[in-house]
């Protein structure tokens, strides 16, 4: 089984909510990452978790507040979005950080009003 | 860092033609994946292939790593092939991140 799930499907949040994505896996891998995927644009990278540590933050704003519980779990605190901030939140794993295969969840489709 | 070029940026081709997409890469690289993003935005695994090649039904892939290139191949296209194909690759002792290229934007008439 090679299935990433991500909840919610859909968020729409006003600019002074507080939110969070969640994204599991349940293959064993010890590599999580988030991305961010504007319309019409490839994803871009915001984090990677290794082994439950953060290793990679590619100078996202701290209104976006990554955290992993544990090996399966990874969520993405939101607070304080703009509405430049909408776009799909795709969320992937991998065995090992590196060079394994790269697994994406189908991702939440954000709207900041 | 690593540079990814996706060509062409649009295709359009009758159901059952093939094509061929292409990736370059400026740099050498240890990961190399293929993807279909499908309109509902799911990123759909399509090859691991940092070297070689590779067959799964109507698609093929290559990559020379040597040249910094790798072709996906598509045969007897359907409509459900239809969406953004995505090269994405990492670095050789570079760090975890995976690079997009811009994507491939393909349209199957029936």
């Known amino acids: ?113 | 860092g690593i540079q990814v070029e996706q060509s062409p940026p649009d295709l359009i081709l009758q159901e059952g033609a093939n094509s061929t997409l292409r990736c370059n890469f400026s740099d050498s690289v240890n990961n190399l994946q293929w993807f279909h993003q499908n309109p509902w935005g799911q990123l759909i695994n399509l090859f691991y292939i940092p070297s070689g090649t590779k067959q799964n039904g109507r698609l093929s892939a290559t990559t020379v790593a040597t040249e910094r290139y790798s072709s996906l191949y598509i045969s007897s296209s359907q409509t459900t092939d239809s969406g953004v194909y995505f090269c994405a690759v990492q670095a050789q002792g570079g760090s975890e991140k995976l690079v997009f290229g811009k994507g491939t934007k393909l349209t199957v008439n029936p």
């Open chain 1, 1 to 113: 089984d090679t299935e990433v799930t991500q909840t919610p499907k859909h968020l729409v949040m006003g600019m002074t909510n507080k939110k969070s994505l969640k994204c599991e896996q349940h293959m064993g891998h010890r590599a999580m990452y988030w991305y961010k995927q504007k319309a019409k644009k490839p994803p871009e990278l915001m984090f990677v978790y290794s082994y439950e540590k953060l290793s990679i933050n590619e100078s996202v704003p701290s209104r976006f507040s990554p955290e992993c519980p544990n090996s399966s779990l990874l969520n993405l605190h939101l607070h304080a979005l703009q509405p430049e901030d909408s776009a799909l939140y795709l969320c992937a794993s991998s065995l090992q950080p590196r060079p394994y295969e790269q697994y994406f969840g189908p991702g939440t489709r954000l709207t900041v009003t």
